[in-house]
């Protein structure tokens, strides 16, 4: 995991709300340009999302969203 990601659950298992969160992967494009797009939402309410080149990446952006959408 990368840093946004570990903060992320961090955050959230400290307050016990980890349960709340949940994340979804999409890609679109040919097999070796293909874009990743990662959504994160807290009790059914998107607060982080992101598009890049590589799932990890995408998680990392969208994971840092989330945070700043959270205030933490």
């Known amino acids: 995991m990368t840093a946004n990601v570990v903060r ?4 959230l298992q400290n307050r016990h709300m980890q349960h709340a969160l ?3 992967f999409s890609s679109v ?3 070796n340009q293909l874009q990743w797009t990662v959504t994160f939402k807290l009790n059914g309410q ?3 999302a992101a598009t ?3 799932k990890g990446a ?3 952006q969208a994971a840092g969203q989330a945070l ?3 205030g933490a």
Request: charged share 15%; hydrophobic share 35%.
């Open 68 to 70: 700043t959408a959270l």
């Open 22 to 24: 949940t994340e979804s």
């Open 8 to 11: 992320l659950n961090n955050f």
């Open 58 to 60: 995408a998680k990392e």
């Open 52 to 54: 890049a080149g590589t």
């Open 46 to 48: 998107a607060i982080g």
């Open 29 to 31: 494009g040919p097999p």
